[in-house]
Structure formats: C-alpha cells, structure tokens
Antibody
Framework: QVQLVESGGGVVQPGRSLRLSCAAS????????MHWVRQAPGMGPLSVAL????????FYADSVKGRFTISRDNSQNTLSLQMDSLRPEDTAVYYC?????????????????WGQGTLVAVSS | DIQMTQSPSSVSASVGDRVTITCRAS??????LAWYQQKPGRAPRLLIY???SLQTGVPSRFSGSESGTQFTLTISSLQPEDFATYYC?????????FGQGTKVEIK
C-alpha cells in the first residue's frame, strides 16, 4: 500500500535551517508530482512547494520562495524540503503529499495520499 | 494567491441530518476544486475531486456541486464518523490553497 513517512521536524531558532525528508513506498514514485503542504495550528493547509514527477519543474508559495528548496531522488524514492532562514510564521505541521494521478494520466488537481506529518516549531 | 472562503465556520448537527458546506473562490478556478475531511491529529482525507467526482472508497452520502465560483459539499445523512473538519482546496493556480475549514460538531 502507499506509504509516505516524513522525518526531520523539530524545534529550531529563527534564522536557522532544517531539512525535511519523506520516504515513499508502495507506488511508482518517479511518475507522480509531489507536494509539501503545511498546516499552522488552527488553520487550513497550504501547499508551499510542488515538484514535477521528474524534478524538472518546481513551484513555491510566495511566503517561502527564496528560502525553501524542494527536491527529489527518484532512485531512492525520497522527497526533501530544505528550509533556510526559518521564521516563527513557518511553524506548522508539514506533510508530504502525492497528487492523485501520475503524469501519464489526466490531472485531478487533488492530493490523494498524505504522510502523517512532522512538526516544525520556530522559536527563540 | 486565490482565497478560498468557506461557510459556515462551524455547524452543529445530529446523526441523520443533511449538512451543506459552501466554498467560494476569490477568482475563477474552473472545476479544479477538491474537498477533504480531517480529524484531529490526522492528515486530510480526499473526498471529492474535480468539484463533483467522488473519490474511490468514499461513501455515496458525500457529494459535491458547483455554480460559477461557488462550490458545495453535501453530506446527505450525517453518520457518527462524519464529525470532523472539512476543507475545500483549489488547484487552478499554484499555490494550491485551502479554505479555513468547517467544523461539523455533534448537536
């Protein structure tokens, strides 16, 4: 079955860096676009970074552009998010999530599988 | 970013009730609208995609519809396991944005 397992969260001071990882299994990782979605306490989620199935195309929310970098290793079935210059407003649970359809299928514009999430807390 | 506004923010209902949640986009999103259910401490679960298509495995009491930039999620007969928070999400333009949520509570 499809599994997404995040790791790397924790408490970090403002201005510092953190790297999140997501280990994927149970599906053909190299054929799906992947997202990092964050959810601040009591708020709705927000997709902050998207990477295409082959890693060639990357998109970022304005709130993280220039500070966060999404990447993937299709040989290792892993997704990563490098977070630099962290701010208190980056505090959230971070999920990796898989789009519903592979790049060979018609897009559905939805996230079918999610990890359990990892908490990032930015505080001095 | 496209703003997604849900109403109501919370609703109290009883088992068997019909519940309707509305989501309005700040600009056109065509039919790139999904609905999710989230329970405390859990990741969101996909219910509806493309505004009205039921995700595999989701009970048929859930349905979605659209009218212009307004979208609706309907639960035809609320079940005990449906008490949760519901979110809409647009996928027309990145970043994919979600509404602020509608909490369905036990009356």
């Amino acid at each position: 079955q499809v599994q997404l397992v995040e790791s790397g969260g924790g408490v970090v001071q403002p201005g510092r860096s953190l790297r999140l990882s997501c280990a994927a299994s149970g599906f053909s990782f190299s054929t799906y676009a992947m997202h990092w979605v964050r959810q601040a306490p009591g708020m709705g989620p927000l997709s902050v970074a998207l990477i295409s199935y082959d890693g060639r195309n990357k998109f970022y929310a304005d709130s993280v552009k220039g500070r966060f970098t999404i990447s993937r290793d299709n040989s290792q079935n892993t997704l990563s998010l490098q977070m630099d210059s962290l701010r208190p407003e980056d505090t959230a649970v971070y999920y990796c999530a898989r789009e519903a359809n592979s790049h060979t299928q018609s897009p559905r514009g939805s996230l079918e599988y999610w990890g359990q999430g990892t908490l990032v807390a930015v505080s001095s | 970013d496209i703003q997604m506004t849900q109403s109501p923010s919370s609703v109290s209902a009883s088992v068997g009730d019909r519940v309707t949640i509305t989501c309005r986009a700040s600009q056109g999103v065509r039919s790139w609208l999904a609905w999710y259910q989230q329970k405390p401490g859990r990741a969101p679960r996909l219910l509806i995609y493309a505004a009205s298509s039921l995700q595999t495995g989701v009970p048929s009491r859930f349905s979605g519809s659209e009218s212009g930039t307004q979208f609706t999620l309907t639960i035809s007969s609320l079940q005990p396991e449906d008490f949760a928070t519901y979110y809409c999400q647009q996928a027309d333009t990145f970043p994919w944005t979600f509404g602020q949520g509608t909490k369905v509570e036990i009356k």
